[in-house]
């Protein structure tokens, strides 16, 4: 079986990094955490990352949980079955992990 996008079934090409990356090409949040997505539905994150600001990335927590809203969003509309692999649940564990020690740091 090809492997499916998550967002609508067709035929994945990419890989969508859900909290995505700062600004300059740098490296991204959580480099492990994706999921397989076909072309057009890896734009459309960023594209709704920038039509509600979330392109611009100033505290890095809060840019974070902000994409990560917009991909919860995003999963909802679906009616496909869950194609989640467990490492995206695992890398996604350790996403929120890592922004909870993040803001429990400052305090
Ligand atoms: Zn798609």
């Not at 100033?58 to 902000?66: E, F, I, S, W």
Request: charged fraction near 25%; proline fraction near 5%; glycine fraction near 8%.
């Amino acid at each position: 079986m090809k492997a499916q996008c998550v967002y609508c079934g067709q035929p994945a090409t990419e890989q969508d990094h859900l909290t995505g990356r700062p600004a300059g090409n740098r490296p991204y949040f959580d480099v492990d955490l994706w999921v397989l997505a076909c072309g057009a539905c890896n734009k459309v994150a960023f594209q709704s990352w920038r039509a509600l600001g979330f392109d611009r990335v100033g505290d890095t927590a809060v840019a974070r949980l902000r994409r990560l809203g917009v991909f919860a969003a995003r999963m909802s509309d679906r009616e496909l079955p869950d194609a989640l692999q467990p490492s995206c649940w695992a890398a996604l564990a350790r996403c929120f992990t890592e922004i909870a020690d993040d803001i429990e740091g400052r305090q």
